[in-house]
């Protein structure tokens, strides 16, 4: 990555309407209907932006979505990128440098996650208020890095306490259930074992995942306030661990979408 890359993906971007939005979205696996909402859209596929990964599981569309939500300017991206691809970090993480370049001072993140805290369940969602990073790298570490930041990022805090406080509210004004945890980032595509299930929950994690770190990173490099919400699609529990059904995950984080998008737009509402 350079910044001559960055210049033009952002060029490509102006000369598609693309222009100052507030804040940027990352919908996750089988979160994809925000888009529905959003007026005056304008889109810029993957492959047509210099420089952009393409998305490549079947499940995430590679889009890049310019438009109007609660009267505030957005870009969302519908469908993101992984380490289980064949990415490095720097190339998932990508994007987040493109929509802090075209402008975004807030960014929202989702995932789908399995709950590792069997106190929750599926259909659930669960805001982040930490994270454990399992992915073996950093999206930092690369030559030449201070170009974009400074190298040594404090992650004492890596999510917006503020964004996170309305959210809580948020729910709770709307009665939604949203509970409030760790995220433990692993690379995949496989699921876990039920030894390595038991590990996690050891290690403090209420769920597991294959994405949102590396972003989550990136935006506290850029000193970009972050906020990341996690919609429970099963329940990892080692001693009735079930075969995992992909289908019935991508149908239990369609069915939890609503709430996740009322939580969204409500604070977009008020950002």
Known sequence: MTEKQLKESVSYLHKKGFEKPDIGIVLGTGLGKLIDEIKDPVVAAYNNIPFFPLATVEFHTG?????TLENKKIVVMQGRFHLYE?????????PIRVMHQLGIK????SNAAGAI???YQKGEMMLLDDHINLQGGSPLAFKGVERFGERFVDMSAPYCTKMNSRLLAIAKENDIQLHKGVYASVVGPQLETRA??????RIGADAVGMSTVPEVIVANHLKLPVSAVS?????CDPDNLKPVDIPEI??????????????FKNLIKEL
Do not use: H
């Not at 889009?63 to 438009?67: A, F, R, T, V």
């Not at 984080?253 to 996740?260: D, F, G, I, V």
């Open 63 to 67: 889009k890049l979505i310019y438009g």
């Open 86 to 94: 064949g990415y490095d970090l720097v190339d998932v993480t990508y």
């Open 106 to 109: 807030f960014l929202l993140v």
């Open 117 to 119: 805290n069997l106190e």
């Open 196 to 201: 390595e299930y038991r590990f996690l929950g």
């Open 231 to 235: 919609v429970l699609t099963d329940e």
């Open 250 to 263: 991508i149908e239990v984080a369609s069915k939890a979408e609503p709430k996740m998008i009322s939580l």
